[in-house]
């Protein structure tokens, strides 16, 4: 079903509404999903909506938190998220570190007792509008084995760096930290194939193309695949996530993470508060005049675009220019989503007495 | 040959010295080197030394410099290190960093006009040792190609990440964002072997495992290797990388990074000063007390430790532990030097009239 910005927009917000959100809120946390609806990342969107509601209907997310400041320098800070939704805690956050960055030129906050933050560069984005480069990192629940182990230590722990641009859109470097992220999984389910060698191993810790693998004892890997190909690499970058966004922001950290999916109970033993999430922003003109850095990211990324092909047909894509070109295109001609995600999300409706989702009128 | 510490500290001074550099600067110059050769990281320590002279006798490396702040913030900096040696100049940025961080909670420096930096880790650990979590990247000679291209545009540009814990040795990330590193394709000539698929393309762009390919137009590969196994995220890494150190500091970035190899002139058409690096250091204590931090982070590392493991033999490696092991074993029986570098140094050593290597006296 295509479905208009707009029609989703409202509904979702409905949806937070219901769940005893705040008007602001609803409407913040339905602008963070929509961006990755609109922005073409499927899997962070509206289809986790009955993901967040499960969560809220095990009483694992607060609907009216109290997000605080608990500890703080000019520069830094640590909040906690009161087990809010991560969708309004981290752009919280975020207002903190631009605000620190405008007075000194940088600022950093890491947040425990949060949830599922939706996609990292809705909040590295906040910081790019102020001319300023932004980080945004979270780490999520254990599904990636570290290298020589095959037991699920950590998240597809995502790290998102955004560099604002000049006459081309903001350069925003969004990943995993994993070689593939759940969501590919899921799309080779539902078609039916198998995933590449290098994504995932079973229980024994073998390479396996099953998607369905992480359901009888798999995991994912870390970027990189085998220690070969510099799976380390990939560890060391999910550990740096978990280590900034968990062990020193007081949440919880790598197996101890809470898991996003319901029907798992968290940890017994937990090590900090919820899960955490750790953003950043530098203004760029505490390096040097904004227009100096924007002329010169414009001659990078035009030098990127006209590098050599191997293929003449396939260019260098700039790491945010997919996404940037989704967005235009959603915008202007509505949202696909899948049947699965439509008859969730009208199974949500009717339970909450809600408007349907519906196509636009032709 | 093995080679004490101490001999092989006091033959790496006087070379600099040779060159013209100060005392402080030289001894300063040789106690970077020798960590990678301490840490086993050989191929960035006197190994490179060779190198640094050729530049040297280019005129490409100023052993006198005045390196200048040259635009700042209560928390960030630009530093343009007058052509000296990265050696030299990293430290000095990083000891601005780390001011900045004791006076406001953080501190972030760009360099441009420098040169290589030998390794990251070092750097990063002058931040750890005051209880902050360091920082530190580098752009680098344009040896890898980005994901869909066949040119050479990107360093190896590593980023390295470091957090001092309690009981262990400090969680140190120090990775080249390439699927490999060229001083493997180093080992794989000497020992006239191939390299594993994915580590390199050759000119038509693709895989090769003539560990020699880059001398016939071939590049090295980003991390992750292809698409399918995440190389844009391996590309996005690196630019960001890049960005941070070339086109935030005012230095070249991408393809006109000047080569680490004098007999390689540096591009006609610089659109900056030398080669950039980012540093940046944080309290830990802005975020919660240091002794709270170390302990999780204690637990993180012995929680990481015990992880189930695929081989009995072989159990999880945390980020840094190897070159902590390497530097206590060193430093008691002295430093393995290859023939062939051994007999570059004393190339070095007859030319500017210094004592030559000698193993220890038995």
Chains 1, 2 share one sequence.
Request: hydrophobic fraction near 40%.
């Amino acid at each position: 079903m295509l479905v208009t910005e707009s029609a989703l927009r409202t509904f979702t917000q409905n949806i937070f509404l219901k769940m005893g959100c705040s008007e602001a809120h609803a409407e913040l946390a339905a602008d963070v999903l929509l961006s990755a609806d609109l922005r073409g990342v499927d899997s962070h969107g509206v289809a986790r909506l009955t993901g967040y509601v499960r969560l809220w209907g095990k009483n694992r997310i607060n609907p009216n938190p109290d997000i605080k400041i608990v500890h703080e320098t000019p520069t830094t800070a640590t909040i906690d998220g009161d087990a809010g939704l991560g969708l309004v805690v981290a752009p919280f956050a975020m207002q903190v570190a631009i605000q620190k960055a405008q007075q000194y030129g940088s600022g950093w906050v890491a947040i425990r007792n949060s949830n599922h933050f939706g996609i990292a560069g809705y909040h590295a984005l906040m910081a790019v509008e102020k001319d300023m480069i932004g980080y945004a990192m979270t780490n999520a629940s254990p599904l990636v084995a570290p290298t020589f182990s095959n037991e699920r230590m950590l998240g597809t722990n995502p790290m998102c760096y955004a560099f604002p641009a000049g006459k081309y859109p903001p350069v925003i470097v969004d990943m995993a930290t994993s070689a593939a992220a759940n969501g590919k999984l899921e799309i080779a389910q539902r078609a039916g194939e198998q995933v590449p060698e290098g994504w995932l191993q079973d229980k024994e810790g073998n390479y396996t193309t099953d998607p369905h693998a992480l359901k009888t004892g798999g995991s994912l890997l870390p970027l990189g695949g085998d220690r070969e190909h510099g799976s380390h690499k990939g560890f060391g970058l999910s550990a740096t996530v978990d280590i900034l966004s968990g062990v020193l922001s007081g949440a919880n950290y790598g197996p101890w993470v809470p898991p996003f999916v319901a029907f798992l109970e968290p940890p017994t033993d937990p090590v900090g508060l919820g899960i955490g999430h750790f953003v950043g922003a530098m203004r760029v003109d505490g390096f040097r005049p904004v227009d100096d850095f924007k002329n010169n990211l414009d001659t990078w990324i035009s030098r990127f675009k006209s590098a050599s092909k191997i293929n003449p047909q396939q260019g260098v894509i700039i790491p945010g220019e997919p996404e940037y070109d989704a967005q235009i295109e959603r915008k202007k001609n509505g949202i696909p989503i899948v049947d699965a995600v439509v008859n969730d999300l009208n199974e949500l409706a009717k339970r909450f007495n809600i408007h349907p989702l519906a196509p636009p009128a032709p």
